[in-house]
């Protein structure tokens, strides 16, 4: 069976307990959605079960499919979880481990009634051309962990919300898109607060304003934007906001920093034709991150893109020398590179 991971969890009942699943994909909010419900749906047949989970950057495979087949001692089921498993992909591994997988390959073909074992690969793709990728999903439940596409964004955040009781306007939906990004993780936990303060009111975007936290990789966004158009007292008061959530100024540099280079990178694809997929590819970047910055690279030359990461990169160097306090230079960088666009767009 296969399915994607919002369609598994809305329609997964009490009796289907599969005794191997293998979830890929790179959206760490679906993989814990999964595995919570795994362990709910064991919870419900029995009254306890033992649960081991197995890194397989640090553990061979063939350890973890030892204890999966080992019947438990003091409990009726256990749950093996199978973290990493890097083998299946295409990707080299520094220092890569013995992993057996001729083990794992046989125990998929012969499970074990008292033992369910999830297999994780939190990457992009699998090697399809691999005999144990092969078997895999023809006798696992396998399950697609991977994150919403761009156009699925605010359809998702809809299903999350009303999976709280939350009926959400376009408004509020495009807020937590720009203050939060498309971090399921972190837009789950800002929907949470939502239904703690409003209950079952209309959820304001006044109130949801106040409420909804900028998040430091997506302020940068904001913050790029707040320069870009010359609005410096709009991007002081977002570097004053994350200086209250005590974020760290070189962490925040580094993010505005990559803004700046993804700008670049869109504009110099966009040039030879690139469409936002095939960026997003290119780059390695998620397609929301790249849809936004196609955005706003027009706005800005390429002479003016190099030179912005020329002046943070000089930046860093004071911020890590202890030339500057911290703060202090990522508000004179704001504030130069605002200047500095200002003069090459009036002379």
Wanted: proline fraction near 2%; include cysteine.
């Amino acid at each position: 069976m296969y399915l994607h991971a919002q369609q598994w969890v809305s329609s997964v009942k009490d009796t289907d307990i599969a005794p191997i699943y293998l979830l890929y994909g790179e959206e760490s909010y679906f993989i814990q959605q999964v595995i919570g419900q795994i362990e709910d749906l064991l919870k419900k047949k029995y009254e306890d079960f033992d649960k081991n989970t197995y890194d397989m950057e640090s553990t061979v495979v063939q350890e973890a499919i030892h204890d999966a087949e080992t019947f438990p001692m003091f409990t009726e089921h256990k749950l093996t979880i199978i973290n990493r498993a890097s083998f299946l992909t295409g990707q080299a591994k520094k220092e890569e481990l013995d992993h057996q997988v001729e083990v794992l390959q046989d125990f998929v073909e012969h499970p074990v009634e008292f033992s369910t074992t999830v297999i994780i690969a939190p990457y992009e793709k699998l090697d399809q051309r691999k005999k144990i990728v092969k078997v895999l999903k023809n006798k696992c439940t396998t399950i697609d962990c991977s994150p919403p596409k761009v156009q699925d964004m605010q359809s998702m955040i809809t299903y999350l919300a009303k999976d709280k009781g939350l009926d959400l306007s376009g408004s509020v939906i495009e807020l937590l898109l720009e203050r939060v990004g498309e971090h399921l993780d972190a837009l789950d936990h800002e929907l949470e607060k939502l239904a703690l303060y409003f209950e079952n009111d209309h959820v304001t975007y006044e109130g949801a304003e106040e409420l909804i936290s900028v998040h430091a990789e997506t302020s940068s966004f904001t913050l790029m934007d707040a320069i870009v158009e010359l609005q410096l007292g709009k991007a002081l008061q977002i570097l004053k906001e994350l200086k209250k959530q005590n974020e760290e100024p070189i962490a925040l540099l580094a993010l505005l920093t990559s803004q700046i280079r993804l700008l670049l990178l869109c504009k110099l694809l966009k040039e030879k034709g690139y469409q936002q997929q095939q960026m997003a590819k290119q780059i390695k970047s998620h397609p929301y991150a790249i849809k936004m910055a196609l955005k706003r690279e027009r706005r800005l030359s390429e002479s003016v893109l190099k030179e912005m990461i020329h002046s943070a990169i000089k930046v860093d160097e004071f911020m890590k020398s202890g030339k500057m306090d911290k703060w202090l230079a990522l508000e004179m960088f704001v504030r130069d590179m605002s200047q500095h666009i200002q003069e090459r767009k009036y002379n």
